[in-house]
């Protein structure tokens, strides 16, 4: 019966394309939510654009990983039949959105991450996922950019902002870390330079926040920002709602064409 | 329907002199002669606004219309459909974003325009005030709510205002897709289980009236679209608009294997139209009173967007602000030192 979730055996590239189109497929629900309700039309539509620019890097990836997986399964297989503990995003992606201040700390935290992630990826031994890095990373670039450049207006704007702001970013810093851990099956991949190590790529993150938050005039948590478990599909509450929303017409019609 | 904004009769009678005369007289020369009025031109204060009024509810149509879409985003039932509702509804608000800079080319900002709807003095298109119940009514609005759009828009590249008709333009080419995407998500459902084909039924009967009132009121009770037509803002009417549509779509319908929501409707060999049944314009009237199913809650989302951004768009301005100042701060710092 198709509402059944699919089964995986999860090969090492099989969990590192899941890991990279979980994220996109996430932050991008989440994005979208703000669809017609954000703080002027012109963010009503680069939030769009960035949730579409997410959804889009997802429907490549899956695509690649039905490939992987080689038994015939689609993108909507990957994003609409497996559980929330198959889900392989890391947990601040899945935050939800909060106020624009959160929105925009989860986005500099994330965008900081995987655009250095997408620009080292374009050399990968892996000719499909080069191939996704390459016109990520532009993509990313442009998500970088505008989040920081808000992250700057809120917090060099007024007293609100400021304490708003800076409320978000010490509630996000914790999910913040987990982007680059790594576990011992993505280590071959590295080796074979098909992946690229992500705690390779803290100290790029940690200039950009550097950067971003001495010009937005706000104080770096301290605090190792420990939590994780994302990758292994322990996730926070909030997944398990997002799946209801995104899945509930694959899974109350069995099979169905849309 | 966007037109809607047509009917409703102005207050102002203007005043006319015989100097005023004789530049409504050449104004008007012009526009017979189909040159493009121009943002700097001269024009009658009622055409000005007449033109804003359109204009700006056609901009809340779309900014109020991104919120029935908006609904399904995340539920949308594939990747492939939720990547192209996300761009529908981005679309609208680019519409949205537009339609208000042509609206300031007459002299009225875009917040004055979106206080005027979130006040409730400006109206929005009727037909958003509908909820959307399922996600075949993604279908049924692209395909009957864009579509008649269309049947209004297509004549409105044509306007005299050179922005507006020039916006329209692209607007038009956009919704043309919509109504394409639309039909295909019913044709989609049409030829899928059984409960996905109901799903479609009961989507056009819920839209297929509103979508008539869109229109506006009978010709015979509208009462600005004289002026509008000498203008040539307007070139067709409620009724001959409202006709082309039902013309066009009834086909469509039976090509589904749809039924539509109405016993008279027939087919008039001898004239070539489809003629439909009585329409209920208490209901048309209820819903422009701002008693419609959804009216309140619509109004709501807007003021509630609006209102949690303020702090937002202060911090912005005081950001902005502060730069200018340093930036000014430190040409004096370089002139000083030179």
């Given at each position: 019966?198709?509402?059944?979730?699919?089964?995986?055996?999860?090969?090492?590239?099989?969990?590192?394309?899941?890991?990279?189109?979980?994220?996109?497929?996430?932050?991008?629900?989440?994005?979208?939510?703000?669809?017609?309700?954000?703080?002027?039309?012109?963010?009503?539509?680069?939030?769009?654009?960035?949730?579409?620019?997410?959804?889009?890097?997802?429907?490549?990836?899956?695509?690649?990983?039905?490939?992987?997986?080689?038994?015939?399964?689609?993108?909507?297989?990957?994003?609409?039949?497996?559980?929330?503990?198959?889900?392989?995003?890391?947990?601040?992606?899945?935050?939800?959105?909060?106020?624009?201040?959160?929105?925009?700390?989860?986005?500099?935290?994330?965008?900081?991450?995987?655009?250095?992630?997408?620009?080292?990826?374009?050399?990968?031994?892996?000719?499909?996922?080069?191939?996704?890095?390459?016109?990520?990373?532009?993509?990313?670039?442009?998500?970088?950019?505008?989040?920081?450049?808000?992250?700057?207006?809120?917090?060099?704007?007024?007293?609100?902002?400021?304490?708003?702001?800076?409320?978000?970013?010490?509630?996000?810093?914790?999910?913040?870390?987990?982007?680059?851990?790594?576990?011992?099956?993505?280590?071959?991949?590295?080796?074979?330079?098909?992946?690229?190590?992500?705690?390779?790529?803290?100290?790029?993150?940690?200039?950009?926040?550097?950067?971003?938050?001495?010009?937005?005039?706000?104080?770096?948590?301290?605090?190792?920002?420990?939590?994780?478990?994302?990758?292994?599909?322990?996730?926070?509450?909030?997944?398990?709602?997002?799946?209801?929303?995104?899945?509930?017409?694959?899974?109350?019609?069995?099979?169905?064409?849309? | 329907m966007y037109t809607q904004a047509?009917?409703?009769?102005?207050?102002?009678?203007?005043?006319?002199?015989?100097?005023?005369?004789?530049?409504?007289?050449?104004?008007?020369?012009?526009?017979?002669?189909?040159?493009?009025?121009?943002?700097?031109?001269?024009?009658?204060?009622?055409?000005?606004?007449?033109?804003?009024?359109q204009?700006?509810q056609h901009a809340h149509s779309e900014?109020v219309g991104?919120?029935p879409e908006?609904?399904?985003?995340?539920?949308?039932?594939?990747?492939?459909?939720?990547?192209?509702?996300?761009?529908k509804?981005?679309d609208e608000?680019?519409h949205g974003?537009?339609l208000?800079?042509?609206?300031?080319?007459?002299?009225?900002?875009?917040?004055?325009?979106?206080?005027?709807?979130?006040?409730?003095?400006?109206?929005y298109s009727s037909i958003f005030?509908?909820?959307?119940?399922?996600?075949?009514?993604?279908?049924a609005i692209g395909w009957l709510v864009d579509g008649a759009a269309i049947m209004n828009q297509i004549p409105l590249c044509?306007?005299?205002?050179?922005?507006?008709?020039?916006a329209m333009?692209r607007i038009c080419k956009e919704e043309s897709f919509h109504q394409r995407q639309g039909y295909?998500?019913?044709?989609?459902?049409?030829?899928?289980?059984?409960?996905?084909?109901?799903?479609?039924?009961?989507?056009?009967?819920?839209w297929?009236?509103p979508c008539l009132m869109m229109f506006g009121?009978?010709?015979?009770?509208?009462?600005?679209?004289?002026?509008?037509?000498?203008?040539?803002?307007?070139?067709f009417?409620n009724?001959?608009l409202r006709?082309k549509f039902?013309?066009a779509t009834?086909?469509?319908?039976?090509?589904?294997?749809?039924?539509?929501?109405?016993?008279?409707?027939?087919?008039?060999?001898?004239?070539?139209?489809?003629?439909?049944?009585?329409?209920?314009?208490?209901?048309?009237?209820?819903?422009?009173?701002?008693?419609?199913?959804?009216?309140?809650?619509?109004?709501?989302?807007?003021?509630?967007?609006?209102?949690?951004?303020?702090?937002?768009?202060?911090?912005?301005?005081?950001?902005?602000?502060?730069?200018?100042?340093?930036?000014?701060?430190?040409?004096?710092?370089?002139?000083?030192?030179?």
């Amino acid at each position: 019966m198709s509402t059944t979730s699919i089964a995986l055996a999860e090969s090492p590239l099989l969990a590192l394309v899941l890991r990279r189109a979980d994220d996109a497929l996430i932050l991008g629900h989440r994005l979208s939510e703000w669809c017609g309700h954000a703080p002027m039309l012109e963010e009503d539509i680069a939030l769009a654009n960035i949730a579409l620019d997410c959804v889009g890097q997802a429907r490549a990836l899956y695509e690649y990983a039905a490939q992987v997986d080689g038994r015939g399964l689609t993108e909507d297989d990957f994003a609409y039949r497996r559980e929330a503990h198959q889900y392989r995003n890391c947990l601040l992606v899945e935050q939800p959105n909060g106020d624009f201040a959160a929105t925009i700390v989860r986005q500099v935290l994330f965008s900081a991450f995987i655009d250095p992630y997408w620009r080292a990826m374009m050399g990968s031994a892996d000719a499909a996922l080069a191939a996704v890095a390459a016109k990520a990373e532009k993509e990313t670039a442009y998500h970088l950019r505008h989040a920081a450049e808000w992250l700057i207006r809120l917090g060099d704007g007024t007293a609100e902002s400021r304490a708003r702001v800076q409320a978000a970013l010490d509630d996000l810093w914790p999910y913040a870390g987990e982007a680059f851990e790594s576990d011992p099956a993505e280590a071959g991949l590295v080796a074979a330079g098909i992946a690229v190590d992500p705690a390779s790529l803290r100290p790029a993150f940690d200039r950009t926040i550097a950067r971003v938050l001495e010009e937005a005039t706000l104080t770096r948590p301290t605090g190792s920002g420990a939590q994780s478990g994302g990758r292994r599909g322990r996730h926070s509450e909030h997944l398990g709602f997002i799946l209801a929303d995104l899945q509930y017409l694959q899974r109350a019609h069995p099979g169905a064409v849309w | 329907m966007y037109t809607q904004a047509l009917n409703a009769k102005d207050a102002v009678v203007e005043a006319a002199g015989p100097e005023e005369a004789g530049r409504n007289g050449r104004f008007q020369a012009r526009v017979d002669a189909e040159e493009r009025i121009e943002p700097n031109d001269w024009m009658p204060e009622a055409y000005r606004r007449t033109l804003v009024r359109q204009i700006s509810q056609h901009a809340h149509s779309e900014i109020v219309g991104m919120l029935p879409e908006g609904n399904w985003i995340t539920r949308a039932p594939s990747l492939k459909r939720k990547a192209a509702l996300l761009a529908k509804v981005q679309d609208e608000a680019g519409h949205g974003l537009y339609l208000y800079a042509a609206a300031e080319t007459l002299g009225t900002s875009r917040e004055e325009l979106v206080d005027q709807l979130l006040s409730g003095k400006a109206k929005y298109s009727s037909i958003f005030n509908y909820p959307t119940l399922s996600w075949a009514d993604i279908g049924a609005i692209g395909w009957l709510v864009d579509g008649a759009a269309i049947m209004n828009q297509i004549p409105l590249c044509r306007c005299s205002y050179g922005p507006y008709a020039r916006a329209m333009i692209r607007i038009c080419k956009e919704e043309s897709f919509h109504q394409r995407q639309g039909y295909e998500i019913m044709l989609t459902l049409c030829r899928g289980t059984p409960e996905q084909k109901a799903m479609a039924q009961d989507a056009l009967n819920r839209w297929w009236w509103p979508c008539l009132m869109m229109f506006g009121p009978p010709d015979a009770e509208s009462q600005h679209s004289e002026q509008s037509a000498q203008w040539k803002i307007k070139r067709f009417s409620n009724d001959e608009l409202r006709q082309k549509f039902v013309d066009a779509t009834v086909p469509q319908g039976h090509h589904l294997g749809l039924t539509f929501p109405d016993p008279d409707l027939t087919y008039d060999e001898a004239a070539g139209h489809w003629r439909f049944g009585a329409i209920d314009w208490e209901e048309f009237r209820q819903v422009l009173a701002g008693n419609g199913p959804c009216n309140r809650q619509r109004m709501k989302q807007r003021r509630d967007a609006h209102a949690a951004g303020a702090w937002v768009r202060e911090a912005a301005m005081a950001h902005a602000e502060k730069r200018a100042r340093r930036a000014r701060e430190a040409t004096g710092a370089v002139a000083a030192a030179a």
